[in-house]
């Protein structure tokens, strides 16, 4: 079944089209890896579905029914968490604080069963659940955003960008983790700059290249094409993956 499906979607920065057209579909319990270089319009996208755009055109439907002219706060209610390239953590609250921020739409009862999945999913945060997210490590935040997102329960999670910036035993730690979440049956909207891995952990894949769906398949297939390959497979995502 289409968890979300999106259609001909067009997002414009004032005069300038970040997204011509885009149509993809995220069927419930998928992992769907999004490529492209900086730029192709990832972000735009990923933000447009969590409510934080409004597309010129087109639509976006969960479940059917459509979410292009909904609110960023409904969209969390109705199921889509989103975490953002760049981590973005509450530094002056404890980790704690921050992971039970991720659960404001939640009833308190169900928000302390989740809390203590994602202290057993990521026991570091436990050790430092008292500690202030902004003395974190980069690594530890990463851990941390993605927590908080879980907080919410969320049908779809949208990942912008996990292991930007980390070093490759955190990057396995970080995919390590979203393996987990894959075998719980969660739904995942993927953009990762290692192609490698994020083709590896997906079903099927998408690559966007200047606001347009370039390529379209299975995750296997993608990883075997030459064209992805010359693009997107090259030296440095092979070293990250073998580290």
């Known amino acids: 079944m289409k968890l979300l499906e999106i259609r001909d979607l067009d997002v414009r920065y004032a005069h300038i089209q970040a997204l011509k057209g885009v149509s993809l579909e995220v069927a419930e319990g998928e992992i769907v890896a999004l490529l492209g270089a900086n730029g192709a319009g990832k972000t735009t996208l990923m933000r447009a579905i969590s409510g934080l755009l409004r597309p010129h055109a087109g639509q976006i439907t969960l479940r059917g029914a459509p979410i292009q002219r ?16 760049g981590r973005r953590v509450f530094p002056t609250l404890s980790v704690a604080e921050n992971l039970r921020l991720g659960a404001y739409t939640r009833p308190a009862a169900e928000a302390a069963q989740t809390l203590e999945q994602v202290w057993q999913m990521f026991p570091r945060l436990l050790e430092r659940r008292e500690q202030l997210a902004g003395t ?108």
């Open 70 to 85: 909904t609110s960023a706060d409904s969209i969390v209610r109705l199921g889509i968490s989103q975490v953002p390239e």
């Open 136 to 243: 974190l490590s980069g690594g530890e935040q990463q851990m941390l955003v993605i927590g908080r997102a879980l907080m919410a329960r969320p049908k779809l999670l949208l990942l912008d960008e996990p292991s930007l910036g980390l070093a490759p035993i955190i990057v396995r730690d970080i995919f390590r983790s979203l393996r987990q979440i894959r075998q719980q049956g969660m739904t995942v909207l993927l953009v990762e700059q290692n192609a490698r891995m994020a083709l590896k952990l997906a079903d099927r894949g998408y690559v966007l290249e200047t606001g347009r769906i370039r390529l379209e398949g299975p995750a296997a297939q993608l990883l075997a094409s030459p064209e992805v390959q010359a693009s997107y497979l090259g030296h440095g995502a092979a070293t990250a993956d073998a580290a």
